[in-house]
């Protein structure tokens, strides 16, 4: 059951702007990795190559599972989502007019999904209780935090092997980030997961971080191999620790 | 003027014939009340579903409404391969909103004058045991020719209803206009989903085509007369909601009915644009609408 994801020398942009120059990450099976860096620096990009939403101009994107190798190049995203990966997206992207359920059941659209839906649907509304009362709900009329949690719960629907979460703070108040991330922690905790996390909230994302990147105007500016030297190095201390 | 054995016949008249109207609209509500395909040449289907229903009951008497069952399959592909070719030369490039209404009124007349060409202009209909029966319950009639069309209506609004909300394909028929880069997300493949969607609304028009000649005979033209009835039912029923089309598609039907009771025939095409013009003025989501 091992995954992994090997990303090396990627290049991509949109048009003539070049977003990402030679960025070399790799996330092994079971651990959570985050990729640290403020607004416009390439994260995002980043997850949409992988999930071939952006296709890279150069570079490899392969993701391992059970030893076989698999060229994520050229692949559609759901042909990604099928293989195993799935995304929570950047402004999470329910649909709105859809209720809570339908979105959730909507998560278990791919074939691997469909016939472990009765279980996963009792995991992760065991995981977000305030989803259970609100199963009826049109999903475009709920607050920020719950969106966040019906888009986190509808991407454990498609029993993914590799998680990846984009930017899970934005727009949430301080409290529910805390919230979100202890969630996410849970979550890997309790499935092994195997999670990349796009985050320009240290403070919060260092708290679920087995090791992590920093990214720098689509470079990548320093590799902490842990919490730990995420924490003592310079750049951080600088640029988002403020001392 | 005004009695009530005539109220009652008009009310029941009504709902008989507003659950035609169902038929009719159905394909619609799928078609543009969920995919936002602006299918102007659906009424157009309905009429070659319906001289389906013609030739196949005159030359071998077989029962009009099973041959619109039958033909259903075959209307799947047949839209499936227009959605293809819409997909193909106008929404991959994004040009559908004006090139794609274009494409689908150059369908309509096509149609229109293949049908002419073939068969000319002449009214054509169906023989059926059950077409010229009624029962009459005190003094309201209920004539087998509309009754057996409300009651196929029926069924099909709940096959649909409960396709739509049941099943994976459903579901993801519901979200794709929603957000087609998240249901790429859920592993889904929307060009897939909607031409599958295409496929059953066009399938549909099949069924609606028999029940269409069942009530009365057909020409090529006259699905022009149901352009502005089915885009009027699926606004008025909030867009792509199958429970809220039904619904609409009666009351279409029972102010139809007493319009042509009580003011007269000739004001009846006009009830659609009045309908569609009050809920555009007054509740642009439809009754049951949820955007």
Known sequence: MASKLAIEDLEAGYGAVRVLHGVSISVEDGESVVLLGSNG????????CVMGIVPPSAGKIHFERDGERIDLAGKSPQEIVGLGIALVPEGRRLFPMLSVEEN?????????ARAKLAENLEFVLEVFPALRERRRQLAGSMSGGEQQMVAVARA?????????VDEPSVGLAPILVNRMIAKIKELKERRNLTVLMAEQNFNQAIKIADR????????IAFEGRSAAELRGNDMVKRYYLGI | MFSADLLANAVVAGILLGGFYAAVAIGLAIVFGQLDIVNIAHPAFIIVGAYIAYILNSRFGFDPVLVGLLAAPAFFVVGALIYRVYFLAFERTGQESLSGLAFFFGVMFIIEVVLILIYGVDYRLVQADYIGQSWRIGFVDFPFRML????????????IYTFMSHTFMGRAIQAVAQDRLALQLMGADPVRIKQWAFGLGIATAAIAGSLLIVIGPVEPSVGRLYIGRA????????????????????????????VSTFAGPSWSPAVAFGLLALTLALRPAGLFGRR
Do not use: C, D, Q
């Open chain 1, 41 to 48: 620096n390439g994260k995002s990009t980043l997850l949409k």
């Open chain 1, 104 to 112: 959730l059941l909507l998560g278990a659209y791919r074939s691997a």
């Open chain 1, 156 to 164: 454990l629907m498609s029993e993914p092997r590799i998680l990846l």
């Open chain 1, 212 to 219: 992590g990147y920093i990214i720098v105007h689509g470079e």
């Open chain 2, 148 to 159: 057996v069309p409300f009651a196929v209506a029926t069924a099909l609004t709940a096959v």
């Open chain 2, 231 to 258: 885009f009027a039912i699926v606004v008025l029923g909030g867009m792509g909601s199958i429970s809220g089309m039904f619904i609409a598609a009666l009351i279409l039907g029972i102010v139809e009915s007493m």
